[in-house]
């Protein structure tokens, strides 16, 4: 069961004897990346990088659900990127446009 489930695996037109399984499977490392980044203070995070992130993972998505053949390492991969880029840009907006200036408080006493 299991090594037909693998030869099916190697075989697929999606497989890793092609470029369709590699893009994606190194992609993931923008992913990780970012994911690493969420410890980082977000006056650090930048909105022109996350702003891609997130564009490329929303419309990589839907491209990898309309060829064929499927590719689900590079759908679940951009959909990662989308949620991680943005989760970043909430963090960047919520600290930018949401946040009280500690600065401005700390001065006033």
Known sequence: MAASKLQALWNHPAGPKTIHFWAPTFKWGISIANVADFS??????????????????????????????????????NVAMATTGLY???RKIRHDYFSEPEAAVANDD
Not at 41 to 55: D, F, N
Request: proline share 10%; aromatic share 12%; with cysteine.
């Open 88 to 90: 970043q840009l909430s």
């Open 40 to 77: 980082k203070p977000p006056e650090k995070l930048s909105y022109p990088q996350q702003i891609a992130v997130t564009c490329t993972g929303i419309i990589w998505s839907r491209y990898s659900t309309v060829i064929t053949p499927k590719n689900w390492n590079l759908f679940s991969v």
